[in-house]
């Protein structure tokens, strides 16, 4: 494989030209057998679980991916996992790499795919950035099917007495659309149903996203489905889609989709990529049935965790590995000198100018979100994800920090080396993985709910207080009377600062976190605290990635990153 014209080809160039082998041959190197295989086309496949021999309860070590805070340009968290995964397949440790199905929103929006980039890709990468196996649309056609079947059930007598003005369920599409996060339903007259205010989320905001991806089985699935609680009563009781009777047929349309789905690396690790929730407005993580499959075939899974340490890696800790087991036996944080540049107080349009000063002053955020992975038990590794403009003399002012701090640390050039530039990178996270540790979650689940967002803002966030809106104090009241106080909390929180306010970079202390809203999420089983002014639904922004994407005259995607 040759690298040396990497910077100048783009990462859909780099992926066109690699040579995949067929998904039956990747099956068989990670031990899937072939009854238990299902292709999609020659290179992606799902994976029937309930086929695959069983391995008693040896189960392989989970490598957590997750970051500094970004910039808005993302900082290469999928490519280092990746590349790490490469690199480490490389040793001859038998792994597998488990990711988070890409969004359509972002990809035509600005922050593009979720396939990683340069020679550390998962393939094939168009595929998997559209449509790939139509998971997200199984996803879409629950939610929209449970919607239609409340409104219908308001239109045809309202048996259960559902409230239409505390309805807490909406209808969710997989593009950013602002237009849509306010609408009136029902006009026209008696016929077209019962008038009301709504609106949309994003697809991956859906609670049936969360508990499609917490689920462990499809047994569990239907489970959690009829625990969902839409919306309210009159006299404020909740009703659950299975009061409604509607968790079947949601789970019949979710009976593929919850099969994880096998892809491979650009250097032929086998990956699972499989859910894909944000962390910034849901929790952030990939399925628990593809990653305890993948640590049932591989003796190391390299998976990640969506933004920040302060968002993905906390969610994923304190949600998914207590309920799932697959803690974490290590955790890299990813760093760029571009993100410690701006969070050392550099303007956008000037992190491509050497800044050492800058870089040393960033650390403060790198260093916070260190600090807080040692919380949960273990000790980071830092990848420093290395940029073709980045400087000897800034990747040394990180090195020394981490060396003068005890931390583990490797420069990674896996964009533009793949697995070869992460093999430094690769044997620290081996020595981390045998490394004692003694992982814990950072709340009991009996804390009560403000006792657990405080925790998760002093803690984590460096912050000194709570206020809750009015709304937010009313669901607080709800959520004691319903029983719902010990359920974990998933913060709904800008990624770009530890606060609230994006705008407030580097390693803010003191400040006090608005709590505007509490959306209790009872099938997936936590209740999201929306923050700020974060939206369960994005728009676009000025100049959409979509504006310059097309397909050529064979058909092939043209302007895909």
């Excluded at 906390?314 to 974490?328: C, L, T, V």
């Amino acid at each position: 494989m040759t690298t040396t014209s990497a910077a100048d080809m783009s990462d859909l160039a780099i992926a066109s030209r690699a040579v995949l082998e067929p998904i039956a041959v990747v099956a068989r190197r990670a031990g899937i057998p072939e009854e238990a295989l299902e292709p999609y086309g020659r290179y992606k496949a799902k994976v029937d679980t309930d086929l695959l021999p069983s391995t008693g309860t040896k189960l392989g070590k989970v490598v957590l991916v997750s970051a500094m805070s970004p910039t808005p340009a993302g900082e290469g968290k999928s490519t280092v996992t990746v590349g790490l995964g490469d690199a480490l397949a490389a040793t001859g440790t038998k792994t597998m790499i488990a990711l988070r199905e890409p969004s359509l929103g972002p990809i035509f929006g600005m922050k593009g795919g979720a396939t990683g980039g340069g020679y550390s890709q998962v393939l094939p990468m168009d595929e998997i950035n559209m449509h790939f196996t139509g998971d997200f649309h199984a996803i879409t056609s629950a939610n929209n099917l449970l919607m239609a079947l409340v409104d219908n059930h308001l239109h045809q007598g309202n048996a259960l007495g559902i409230d239409p003005r505390r309805i807490t369920f909406r209808r969710v599409i997989d593009m950013n659309d602002r237009a849509l996060r306010n609408i009136v339903i029902g006009l026209g007259g008696p016929t077209e149903g019962v008038p009301r205010e709504t609106g949309f989320d994003i697809t991956v905001a859906s609670e049936v996203m969360a508990v499609f991806c917490l689920a462990t089985g499809l047994a569990d699935l239907r489970a959690r489905l009829a625990k969902m609680t839409i919306g309210y009563t009159y006299d404020k009781t909740p009703v659950t889609v299975g009061d409604l009777g509607a968790e079947g047929a949601m789970t019949m349309l979710l009976k593929e989709a919850v099969k994880p789905n096998l892809v491979q690396s650009m250097a032929g690790t086998p990956a699972l990529i499989h859910g894909g929730p944000f962390a910034n407005i849901a929790h952030g993580c990939n399925s628990v049935i593809a990653t305890n499959t993948a640590r049932s075939l591989a003796d190391v899974v390299v998976t990640e965790a969506g933004f920040g340490a302060d968002l993905g890696a906390e969610k994923f800790m304190d949600i998914k590995a207590r309920f799932s087991g697959a803690h974490p036996d290590a955790v890299v944080l990813v760093a760029t000198v571009r993100a410690l540049k701006m969070h050392g107080g550099v303007a956008k349009d000037a992190l491509k100018t050497e800044n050492v000063q800058a870089v040393r002053d960033g650390l403060a955020n790198l260093s916070r979100h260190a600090r807080n992975i040692r919380k949960f038990g273990i000790q980071p590794v830092v990848a420093i994800n290395k940029f073709t403009l980045d400087t000897d003399a800034e990747l040394s002012v990180v090195t020394s920090w981490a060396a003068a701090n005890g931390i583990e640390c490797a420069v990674a050039d896996v964009w533009g080396q793949g697995p070869a530039g992460g093999a430094d990178l690769a044997q620290a996270v081996l020595r981390a993985i045998e490394a004692p540790g003694d992982f814990a979650p950072l709340y009991d689940l009996d804390l009560g709910i403000e006792g657990k967002i405080l925790t998760v803002v002093r803690e984590i966030y460096g912050g000194a207080d709570v206020e809750y809106s009015a709304a937010a104090k009313r669901m607080l009241k709800q959520i004691h009377e319903n029983g719902w106080d010990n359920l974990p909390v998933c913060m709904a929180k800008t990624q770009y600062s530890f606060s609230d306010d994006p705008t407030l970079l580097g390693a803010p202390e003191g400040f006090t976190l608005q709590v505007r809203d509490l959306i209790p999420k009872t099938g997936a089983g936590f209740i999201v605290a929306v923050t700020g002014a974060i939206m369960t639904m994005p728009g676009l922004p000025k100049a959409p990635a979509a504006m310059r994407m097309d397909v050529d005259e064979h058909g092939q995607a043209v302007g895909l990153f």
